[in-house]
């Protein structure tokens, strides 16, 4: 029989209790970093949408890994309420890549705090970075669309807007910027087109429907039915005080000068552009021979904007109107 060779050196097995404190370290390890990471993430995306006062108790990282939509689904604002928080999100965010550099959700969130700072062409190169990581980053492709809009590259946000509504057929608000690009470009029936999209995909899409509304008032000259869709819109959004503005404005051209006195007044409730306002229902209420009332609220207007040569020649023609009558 052969000898056994006591020189050899047979492998040592670990004990099952070696495995367990092994898995542990790794285990306490990871999360360190990743509740790292997700606290750094978290302070960011709070200060990124702090307009939106958020329940600071959400673990947004965790929501934006596990749902891939929901950064292009929540209705956020994406609006700090002061420009140190797009500069302190910024660091937070770099901290994040530094320990995981693929976490492309981070440099998303970058290039939006970038947009609030109107720094468009650093917007774009974050978003670029995003999409080397993740190419089916939709929201990524719609956002570096609208960096691209604020350096006026029509064209090239038109193409991120499609690559986003071609990765994500529902995602409205592509359709909708890819609309107010294509007006800068001057295709207004195609851009009607992209509102209208994003009104059929969410119904409830209050810009959809106004932007829709101003195109068809200010490029078609279909005034009804840009009256229908800003009507909708402030529907929608009771407090929407641009779009009861805007339906005012295409009443007293339709020369319906007592609906346009009432989205006047309801703007003006709502503080919205207080002289151009106030002049344009001062228009309507002399246009419906109520002169004292167009005069007052021309001079209202005045005490806002003394200078103003429109408002000045139509409360001189008023005031002579008023003498003729009395």
Known sequence: MDELNTN???PVPIQNTSLVRVNKSISITNKLLLGGIEELFNQA?????SADKLNPKINFYHLIEME?????RCKFKRYSNTEDYYFKALELLEKVIEIHPRHYQSYDLRGIAFIGLKRYSDSEHEFSQALKINTEDAFAFKFRGNAKHGLK???????????AT???????????????????????VK???????ASEIDT???????????????????FEGGI????????IESNYARAYYACGLAKLILKKYEVAIDDFTKALNLGHNIAATLKHRGDAKSNLKDYKSAIADYNKALEIEPNNERVLTNMKRAMEKLKEIQ
């Open 8 to 10: 050899t050196r047979l």
């Open 204 to 222: 409830n899409c209050v810009d959809a429907f106004y932007w829709r509304g101003i195109n068809k008032c200010s490029a078609l000259k279909d």
């Open 68 to 72: 891939p939509h929901y950064l292009i």
């Open 228 to 235: 229908v869709d800003l009507t909708k819109a402030s529907e």
């Open 191 to 197: 851009a009607n087109a992209d509102y209208t999209k």
């Open 166 to 188: 071609e990765i994500d057929q529902n995602y409205a608000f592509a359709f909708l910027d890819r609309g107010k690009a294509k007006v800068h470009m001057g295709d207004y």
């Open 153 to 163: 590259d029509y064209e090239g946000a038109i193409e991120d807007y499609t690559k």
């Open 45 to 49: 995306f709070l200060l990124l949408n």
